[in-house]
Structures are given as C-alpha cells and as structure tokens.
C-alpha cells in the first residue's frame, strides 16, 4: 500500500465512514484535518 500521497498525486482508496451518510456516485468530497482541505474527490463506487 502506499503511506503517503503528495500534491498532484491522484490515487484511489476504498473509506469505512464511521457514522452513516447518504452517498451516490458522482457526488464530490473534501476530505478534512484541523479546518484544513488534505483531500478531495469524487465517489466512483458505493460497496456495501
């Protein structure tokens, strides 16, 4: 796996969410840390 992504780079993960939320694909996301952006995409698939 990797550790670690930099600027630029784009990759692709699979996120167990910890609370329930709706979803479907195409919907965009930022991914946040201390009020800051770290990450942003977009839901490609939805597994169960």
């Known amino acids: ?3 670690m992504v ?6 692709q ?5 910890i ?3 709706a979803m479907e694909k195409g919907l965009r ?6 009020g800051r952006t ?4 977009t839901v490609s698939d939805i597994v169960e």
């Open 38 to 41: 770290v990450g942003a995409g």
């Open 19 to 21: 609370a329930p939320i």
């Open 29 to 34: 996301f930022a991914i946040r840390e201390g």
């Open 1 to 3: 796996g990797v550790e």
């Open 13 to 17: 993960m699979e996120i167990e969410l």
């Open 6 to 11: 930099m600027p630029g780079d784009n990759i």
